[in-house]
């Protein structure tokens, strides 16, 4: 299914207010983005790094827990009047105009390793 950032915005908030009563406050949903964040390095850490998988860690899959993520800051997004298509395209638009030769400069990203 193919949705916009602005249709996930909706999406979100026809969800929220059809069946969460009402928004967490900021500050909570703030908490939770981080908590969902961990969520997502145990799963990276365990997949792509040094530490092995623990009994506790089975069922968890690294495309819910990045769905966690986005669906909090999403929710962010909602209560704090944030349109995050306009948003990312405005943060795109500033590290092209900063990063545009940087990266392809970079020795350490060119060198054949």
């Known amino acids: 299914m193919h949705m916009t950032l602005d249709e996930a915005q909706k999406q979100v908030d026809e ?24 969520e997502l390095a145990r799963i990276m850490v365990r997949t ?4 092995s998988f ?3 860690d089975k069922g968890s899959s690294l495309a819910d827990e990045m769905a966690d993520v986005l669906w909090v800051l999403i929710c962010l997004a909602n209560q704090t009047g944030v349109n995050l298509t306009e948003a990312f395209r405005q943060n795109l638009q500033k590290k092209t105009d900063r990063d545009k030769e940087r990266h392809l400069n970079n020795s350490k990203l060119t060198a054949k390793g």
Do not use: C, H
């Open 15 to 38: 969800w929220i207010k059809t069946y969460g009563v009402r928004y967490f406050s900021e500050l909570s949903n703030m908490a939770i983005l981080t908590e969902e964040v961990g």
């Open 48 to 51: 792509y790094g040094d530490q």
């Open 54 to 56: 623990k009994p506790s």
